[in-house]
């Protein structure tokens, strides 16, 4: 059974069955995201800027593509940084 809960305004759903996996900021061709490491495919998955439950992005089955996962980020952990450097560069 899914139980998806609307957070809005504060972020996606949450899937209250899926894993949480912390989500790291970075930059994808200067746009902030969200990166998270899968344990199971080994690789590094990139997603929009918003916390809450995401379809995984494995290429090849594994636990997080039956369930998809929540993403979930610390505050000020490097984000602010990242946002502050893309405003004062005048990117859009």
Not at 14 to 43: K, Q, T
């Amino acid at each position: 059974m899914v139980c998806r809960i609307d957070t809005e305004p504060y972020g996606k759903a949450i899937d209250l069955d899926a894993p949480v996996l912390l989500a790291l900021p970075a930059m994808v061709a200067g746009i902030p995201a969200f990166r998270v490491w899968c344990r199971y495919c080994g690789d590094e998955h990139y997603h929009r800027l918003e916390e809450g439950w995401v379809e995984a992005g494995c290429e090849t089955e594994t636990p997080y593509t039956a369930t998809g996962y929540n993403l979930s980020w610390r505050r000020g952990l490097w984000l602010d940084d990242l946002l502050e450097s893309r405003w004062k560069s005048g990117a859009d």
